[in-house]
């Protein structure tokens, strides 16, 4: 199942002094990367984080989610959906035996 993972801080934080726990996130989303749950990962406009996943459900996304360092302090959370195929092509495609 494909996963749109989407950060929102908790609180006004000073990143400038956050160095280690970022460090630590960032090594723990490569190993996320690695294990191909975690598919791509940008950043938006607000410096939020934009997860595309492959995961087993969406209860699997959020348990895989809450073991980052970040949502372990409380610092960020995820809003968290499923993406399903665009199925609107089949409106302007002929049938092959019309």
Sequence with gaps: MKILAIEKELKDVDWSNKSCILEQEAHHVHQLYISEYLR???????????????????EHAKEILDELPLVKEKLIKFKIMQLNAYTGYKRIIKKENS
């Design 40 to 58: 791509e990962i940008y950043f938006n406009e607000h410096n939020n984080a934009v997860l595309i996943m492959e995961c087993k459900s969406l």
